[in-house]
Every structure is written in C-alpha cells, then in structure tokens.
C-alpha cells in the first residue's frame, strides 16, 4: 500500500467487506480518504483499523484527528500519534488503544519473542504491525499474549505494537519471566480509559530503554500505590500532567534512579508529594 497515492472510495459498496487491513502504510495519502467505507458493514467489524501509517502532513483538527471517513462518527474514535520510526509519518490508531514499542532480534526465539505484560486474565486484541493477522486473546495473560516475530530482518530491529480491550493488570515487575523489560522501547499512548493499571508497585520497574511520549492519563480508578512505578527507567521524562492520582497515597520510589528526569513533574490532582529518589 506504500505506493497508493488516494484511497477515495476504496471500498465504496463493498457490503461483505470484512478483511484485515491492519498495518498498512498510506503514507503517500494526502487526505484523499473521502468516503473509504461509504456503503460497507466494517465499521462494526470485530478488529477495526488499529494502526496505520499515514503522512504528518496529513491535516490534523487541534484534537489530532484525522479526516477520515469511516462511516458514521467512527472517525472521532482514532487519533494520530507520532510514529516513534520515522518523524516524517503518524500512526493512525483508536483512542482507546495501548501503543508501545518493542525490541526484536533475530539472536534466538526468545529474542524474537514478545510479551504483552497484564496479570488479569485479559480480554485483547492485538495488531503486532509485522503483516500478520490480527490476534485475539480472550482471558489471557502474559503467558499467553505473545507473538513470534518470525518473519523480521535484520533492519526490522523494533515494532510498534497496539492493543484494544480490557487491559487491566499491567504491570511488567510481576510478568518479568515472560516480558523482559528491556525490551520495551517506548510507551506512545496509555488509552483513555482502558489501562487499568495492576495496583501494585513496579508497573514499569527497570525498563531503562523505554522513552515516554505517551500524554494521555490511564484509568487510575482503584488505584492507590504508585511505588516504583518508574524506577530504574533510566530514560524517562515523560508528561504525566493529565495524570488524576487523587486516591494514591504511596508513590514511594516512584522515580528512583530516573536519571534523565528532568520535566517537572506537573500531577495537578494529588494528596501526596512526589519524591524522585524516595523510599
């Protein structure tokens, strides 16, 4: 799809459409989107678009949405992000989505292998962006939600992976013998709404190759520890400033050994002071 230049009523009519066409690279697009799936049924399909590449050209409203007609008001649902690869494209994704950034190498399988780390038996669907399909994982957990990159080359080094559904019981500390937290590259959006976090500490413990662009807020409800979050992400300076931790009331060592933390941490609703290196 990289050499398509306009995707105008690509699949005007098509009524038994219902393919996977997660991935794809329109960037070559410019807003020429008008109509795509005008008289179609996918707008209901079970794996909508997840991830796109599109152009950063592309005419964005101050909410970052992209005009695309995808029937309906299915188009308020999507947001861009930037595409952690490549400054010159955005990632089209759903605004209730979880997209990260994993390392791939092509040393052994378990290099090769990635992790979604969630503890709850999870309902997720998942678009892994190396051309493969779509995959469901009804009541599963990090055991379970993982993916093979078989298919990689040796300039395929990391994927941006997106996750839709219920994802509650992130936590990366307690899923360390399936998910290797230096594997994890970057955090581009939490999803409004859906991630509720495991409440427990370690969250993102030690993953000190991850860089943090996400300035979304995950769903804090229930959540009243933040511990050690953060810590040993050496990398991290994120944005938290939408962050609402108005029930947390320990966030002890929350950014211990953040060494390149140098934002100031703006959390506008909180009963408690932040400490980088407390205990």
Same mark, same amino acid.
């Given at each position: 799809t990289? &050499?398509?230049?306009?995707?105008? @009523?690509?699949? #005007?009519?098509? /009524?038994?459409?219902?393919?996977? $066409?997660?991935?794809?690279?329109? =960037? @070559?697009?410019?807003? @020429? *989107? #008008? #109509?795509?799936?005008?008289? /179609?049924?996918?707008? &209901?399909?079970?794996?909508? $678009? *997840?991830?796109?590449?599109?152009?950063?050209?592309?005419?964005? &409203? &101050?909410? =970052?949405?992209?005009a695309v007609d995808l029937g309906g008001d299915q188009s308020a649902n999507y947001t861009l992000v930037p595409n952690p690869v490549n400054s010159n494209t955005v990632l089209l994704v759903p605004k209730h989505s979880l997209v990260t950034r994993w390392e791939v190498s092509l040393n052994s399988e378990d290099q090769s292998m990635v992790n979604i780390p969630f503890s709850n038996n999870s309902d997720v669907s998942v678009c892994w962006n190396d051309k493969t399909e779509t995959d469901s994982f009804p009541d599963k957990t990090a055991e379970d939600i993982s993916h093979n990159y078989t298919g990689a080359t040796a300039s395929d080094s990391s994927y941006t992976v997106v996750v839709q559904g219920d994802m509650s019981g992130w936590n990366i500390t307690s899923n360390t013998t399936h998910a290797r937290p230096e594997k994890l590259l970057g955090v581009h959006q939490l999803g409004d709404g859906s991630l509720g976090m495991l409440n427990d500490v370690g969250a993102w413990k030690n993953c000190d190759n991850m860089v943090w662009t996400a300035t979304d807020a995950p769903n804090m409800t229930g959540v009243t520890t933040a511990s050690g979050w953060f810590e040993g992400c050496t990398l991290f300076n994120g944005d938290l =400033?939408?962050? #609402?931790?108005?029930?947390?009331?320990?966030?002890?060592?929350m950014f211990k050994d953040c060494t390149n933390l140098n934002n100031a941490i703006n959390i506008p609703i909180c009963k408690t002071v932040i400490v980088k290196t407390g205990t």
């Open positions: 990289v &050499s398509v230049t306009t995707m105008d @009523n690509m699949f #005007n009519g098509a /009524t038994d459409m219902n393919g996977d $066409i997660n991935g794809w690279d329109v =960037s @070559n697009v410019s807003d @020429n *989107f #008008n #109509n795509i799936f005008e008289e /179609t049924s996918y707008v &209901s399909h079970p794996r909508p $678009i *997840f991830s796109w590449i599109v152009s950063a050209d592309v005419s964005t &409203s &101050s909410e =970052s949405k992209i =400033s939408a962050w #609402n931790v108005q029930n947390i009331t320990s966030m002890a060592a």
